[in-house]
């Protein structure tokens, strides 16, 4: 399973972006799509997760500014990022998690996704 994350760049304090990630392969089911984050120095951590068309979980530092939300016929995952801070600056990782077309579990990651917030 591969994830393709695109979104990413330089915005205002304030500003909004938009970070997408597309799941392909061999996919039966996807159970959990997640959003992490990596700021430089500090350890990779959950922004938000969807466990389901209405089950999500958000950090308590994007509550309110972020919303998680995926399109299961894409297998897309989507971050809508408003008020966006400068410490909010980290690059973006996507996860989903679920079983392939042989049954077996996977635990993809994208690739990273630069997000800056500018003061």
């Known amino acids: 399973v591969q994830l393709q994350a695109s979104g990413g760049g330089l915005v205002q304090a304030g500003g909004s972006l938009r970070l997408s990630c597309a799941a392909s392969?061999?996919?039966?089911?996807?159970?959990?799509m997640a959003w992490y984050r990596q700021a430089p120095g500090k350890q990779r951590e959950l922004v938000a997760d969807?466990?389901?068309?209405?089950?999500?979980n958000y950090a308590d530092s994007v509550k309110g500014r972020f919303t998680i939300s995926r399109d299961n016929a894409k297998n897309t995952v989507y971050l809508q990022m408003n008020s966006l801070k400068p410490e909010d600056t980290a690059v973006y990782y996507c996860?989903?998690?679920?079983?392939?077309?042989?049954?077996?579990?996977?635990?993809?990651w994208g690739q990273g996704t630069q997000v800056t917030v500018s003061s």
């Open positions: 996860n989903v998690r679920g079983r392939t077309r042989v049954l077996r579990s996977y635990d993809a």
């Open positions: 392969g061999s996919i039966f089911s996807i159970n959990v």
């Open positions: 969807s466990t389901g068309a209405a089950t999500t």
